[in-house]
């Protein structure tokens, strides 16, 4: 079986501004549960115009104006059957709890800072996918959870590059 991993380019301020900081052409992570990417999701702004608001979302490439002209790259990652559904259960049990689980700005501030900076139920996108893929022994860095960055996945040599390219090229070619 396979899950997916998405780095994006969002369009928006706050993804400006962390390209610009990061000097990193991508600035957002996500995991998919299928290649169309209609079961993606990951650690974002909850309200498209709001971006102070975080949580657990499903992304919504195909509506979502801030990927409408964005980037992504998708990798894949072969998994056993059983890992493949204790991440899809571990990630429809938060969804369906999202309430719980909220953005961790101070996260953000330990990036910046090189301190992991935790809190309980809180990650960002990157922490996010990064402790999914340690739950089935798949380290994609050696530092802290906290710490990791969208680019520590292009680096991790266990994902196989599927596509880079425009959002809505990959999105047409799966639905053909």
Request: proline share 3%; charged share 25%; with cysteine.
């Amino acid at each position: 079986m396979k899950i997916y991993i998405v780095v994006s380019q969002t369009r928006t301020l706050v993804g400006s501004v962390i390209r610009w900081y990061t000097k990193n052409e991508y600035n957002h992570v996500s995991i998919g549960l299928d290649e169309t990417l209609e079961q993606c999701f990951s650690f974002a702004r909850k309200n498209r115009w709001n971006p102070f608001f975080g949580g657990l979302v499903k992304e919504e490439f195909y509506d979502n104006p801030h990927y409408k002209k964005g980037k992504i790259i998708v990798f894949t990652c072969d998994v056993s059957a059983e890992d493949y559904n204790a991440i899809k259960n571990r990630v429809h049990r938060m969804h369906a709890d999202a309430h719980f689980y909220k953005y961790s700005y101070a996260a953000i501030t330990g990036i910046l800072l090189k301190r992991p900076l935790s809190r309980e139920n809180k990650y960002t996108c990157a922490q996010f996918v990064a402790e999914l893929l340690e739950s089935i022994d798949l380290e994609v860095s050696s530092k802290d959870l906290e710490l990791t960055i969208p680019q520590d996945f292009m680096d991790y040599d266990k994902l196989q590059l599927v596509y880079t390219g425009p959002v809505h090229r990959y999105l047409v070619e799966q639905k053909n």
